[in-house]
T-cell receptor
């Protein structure tokens, strides 16, 4: 597609259930990012993929959160045993590999519209 | 630790007025700085990028400045319109580092009143 696609756009679930959020990045973008945004707050980094590997997963808030990326394309963020504090908008972004390590890093992030998660 | 601080946290101005948003950073080694606009319920969209050698860059009614010595950037909006109501996020890139070198500010929430 022309842009980053996320699904579902809205998800309401009961506390304790598992949820899966999907991100389909722009074709050819090797870098993929997941962020979380609570109401009225800034973006909180969760995890970053380069290809299928995750060099930085330092932002995942607990072991209930996991993510994978297959074929260097689609990524899935899974939240197990959801809690009310997990309620937020989950944003995915992708970009072309900015450049070699130590070199210029100018790549623009292209964001999806987000998946709004509400845990009752 | 790399940090990006934005001010003000929120701002309300009348339609047609100008405003300036601030971004101070302690990111090293600096690569570039981007301003993103996030409309309510949407994902952020890039407005402009500033590299080390650039002092000023315009995109329509938006003008960004960068002072690499004081590590400050500003985003000036001229003749504001209702559609400018949004959050404006400053993102600074460093070569290397976590999350592919990106550090986000918390954003300035701008409201334009008719």
């Amino acid at each position: 597609g022309a842009g980053v696609s996320q699904s579902p756009s809205n998800k309401v679930t009961e506390k304790g259930k598992d949820v899966e959020l999907r991100c389909d990045p722009i074709s050819g973008h090797t870098a993929l990012y997941w962020y979380r945004q609570s109401l009225g707050q800034g973006l909180e980094f969760l995890i970053y993929f380069q290809g299928n590997s995750a060099p930085d997963k330092s932002g995942l808030p607990s072991d209930r959160f996991s993510a994978e990326r297959t074929g260097g394309s689609v990524s899935t963020l899974t939240i197990q045993r959801t809690q009310q504090e997990d309620s937020a908008v989950y944003l995915c972004a992708s970009r072309q590999t900015p450049g070699l390590a130590g070199g210029p890093n100018t790549g623009e992030l292209f964001f999806g519209e987000g998946s709004r998660l509400t845990v009752l | 630790k790399n940090q990006v601080e934005q001010s003000p946290q929120s701002l309300i101005i009348l339609e047609g007025k100008n405003c300036t948003l601030q971004c101070n950073y302690t990111v090293s080694p600096f690569s570039n700085l981007r301003w993103y606009k996030q409309d309510t319920g949407r994902g952020p969209v890039s407005l402009t990028i500033m590299t080390f050698s650039e002092n000023t860059k315009s995109n329509g009614r938006y003008t960004a400045t960068l002072d690499a010595d004081t590590k400050q950037s500003s985003l000036h909006i001229t003749a504001s319109q209702l559609s400018d109501s949004a959050s404006y996020i400053c993102v600074v890139s460093a070569t290397g580092g976590g999350a592919d070198g990106l550090t986000f500010g918390k954003g300035t929430h701008l409201i334009i009143q008719p």
